[in-house]
């Protein structure tokens, strides 16, 4: 049988990525809030506002509770949208859907550096068809362009070409990827440390100078090209506070006990991956049990054939990436923080199986074929559950109530500020200020901290465990003779103390 050439490949894969634009692209959302941050500065940037008007009232004293702005990549992308489509979260979920669609094509480019076009195609629906992947596409986050723009930064990088205009282009597409997420700075760390084994080279072993002057000068022009763009993106078109995002991590990992973290975030990662795998129950556990132990015990293996042959940039990446991911003292950020490196871990598991096919004299792709495709076999019940909810609307704030209770905040006389659990979905859909409940302090230190933001309401949800704050119902019942209800609707109230 004649396999497809190049052309007929990439075509064969646009087609069969197309119902990214159909699976859970939604209208509603959940209530993780961080999409109304981005929301709030993509609306900033169409209001010529400033990018840290976020509608937050920060208290100094108990620290700080989140940051004032993103970085504008990820804002920027969907203002674009919302500049000729409206601000919807329907139209957000469209953009989201393109950049997934992009991650795909982007691996297949990346994969097909080391395996055959079939395989390629394969890999790529291991990521983009996994249950947990299509469920992912519930959430609007920047992880996903971030992943499409780390890989495409890393494919440019590797390129052949040699023309300063190549290099400036690189270096813009990384510091749109720094951007968009700060994890970003990786790509240039990854650089030092190529830059660091290309002179160890040269002094060492008397590699070609021509090869490290060109090196240098494309080292340099990267990251003069990739540091501008960032700052003139951050700080001369949308100006960001860059000093306090730094603060804000360098506070996050200030004291932190790094041996500690490495093993919990170990096993956490750990536990992660095998649930991204963990694609069928019932009589296919033992075959999914199977399947994802093989494919997570011979990660490190190809890591070692990867050092074997020498690191590569992208070997680099993974590594400084990993130690960040690692040691960073966060147990939440899911698969979505695997995403973006995905496809190393992938390359270094087929990469390890094709070493191991060589151990055993078989020279046939068939084997690598046929687990590929039972993996994606297995993805069939959990994606047949995906699109069975996909009518369901998100518990969250475009919910009948929720809209009822936020216009009502809008309409309230003054300038309030409310406290809630989720206060960038409520400064974004009311309009008006929110306050939050600090969870460094004790209940009797509410009231000061309240008088402080000069949050005089507070609004409760009793029927959605994701935004049912334990601590601010506990501080209304112990103010009842201050604190009286003005507001009901289905399962919010909205208490004041005026």
Known sequence: MKLPDRKSSLFILIVLLLPLFYLNVKDTHDWGDDFAQYFIQARNILEDRPQTDNGLVFDQQTGQYALQAY????????????????????????????????????????????????????????????????????????????????????????????????????????????????????????????????????????????????????????????????????????????????????????????????????????????NFFSTMGGNFLILSTFTKFLLIILIVPGILVAIYRKLAFDDWLFLVYLVVLLIYPYLGGGFRFLMPVLPFILKYIFIAINELLKFVRVKSAVPITVLLIVILLQYIPGNIDQVKSMALPEQGPNEMPAVRTFNYLHNLPG????????????????????????????????????????AHYFLLCHENDEVNDVLLKSFIAGNKEKVKLIWQDNYFELYSDL
């Open 415 to 454: 300038e309030p500020v409310v406290v809630f659990l989720k206060p960038r979905a409520l400064s974004f859909y009311s309009g008006r200020k929110a306050a939050y409940v600090a969870r460094n302090i004790g209940l009797d230190q509410l009231p000061a901290l309240f008088n402080r933001m000069n």
């Open 71 to 274: 970085p504008v990549g990820f804002p920027l992308f969907l203002s674009a949208a919302w500049k000729f489509f409206g601000d919807s979260v329907l139209v957000s979920s469209i953009v989201l859907s393109l950049f997934f669609f992009g991650f795909g094509i982007i691996s297949f480019f990346y994969f097909r550096k080391y395996f055959s076009e079939v395989i390629s195609i394969l890999l790529v629906f291991v990521i983009i068809y996994n249950p947990s992947t299509i469920g992912f596409k519930r959430e609007i986050l920047s992880d996903v362009p971030f992943s499409f723009l780390l890989l495409s930064g890393v494919l440019l990088f590797r390129s052949e070409r040699r023309s300063i205009i190549h290099f400036v282009i690189t270096g813009i597409v990384w510091g749109f990827a720094l951007s968009v997420r700060g994890i970003g700075a990786s790509l240039f760390l990854a650089l030092g440390l190529v830059l660091c084994q290309k002179l160890t080279g040269y002094f060492l072993k008397r590699d070609s100078t021509v090869a490290l002057r060109l090196f240098l000068k494309k080292s340099l022009v990267i990251t003069i090209a990739g540091l501008g763009f960032y700052f003139f993106l951050n700080s001369f078109l949308f100006p960001i506070p860059s000093g306090s995002i730094l603060g804000f991590y360098a506070n996050a990992v200030e004291g932190q006990d790094y041996g500690k973290w490495l093993l919990l975030n170990l096993n956490y990662y750990y536990e992660v991956f095998l």
